[in-house]
């Protein structure tokens, strides 16, 4: 089994920053994609950014404020969010893509969520 634990969500003024991190654990060969996805409330849950090896990708609502970061020693992975706008309020989910044998397959994990809120 695996686990994605993270940590890092709160309450931040606009244009202030937060740092999400989730580590994962358990039994783990190979993570492929490592992820943060959000969701507000009655809205779908949509890809924030992501890290494939050492690709990254982000959603263009946040590109230039927030950065992905991958640290494959731990088995985790940080977002830095810069310059939040309320818009940004939103549960924040750590997604990842792992193997947990050689040659198995790949299962999609993903966590609990943290609350990130953007408020004056």
């Known amino acids: 089994q695996v686990q994605l634990v993270e940590s890092g969500g709160g309450l931040v003024q606009p244009g202030g920053s937060l740092r999400l991190s989730c580590a994962a654990s358990g039994t783990i060969f190979d993570i492929n994609t490592m992820a943060w996805y959000r969701q507000a409330p009655g809205k779908q849950r949509d890809l924030v950014a992501a890290?494939?090896?050492?690709?990254?990708n982000y959603a263009d609502s946040v590109k230039g404020r927030f950065t992905i970061s991958r640290d494959n020693a731990k088995n985790m992975v940080n977002l830095q969010m810069n310059s939040l706008k309320p818009e940004d309020t939103a549960v924040y989910y750590c997604?990842?893509?792992?193997?947990?044998?050689?040659?198995?397959?790949?299962?999609?994990?993903w966590g609990q969520g943290t609350q990130v809120t953007v408020s004056s």
């Open positions: 997604y990842a893509v792992i193997r947990t044998r050689i040659g198995g397959p790949t299962y999609q994990w």
């Open positions: 890290v494939t090896y050492g690709n990254t």
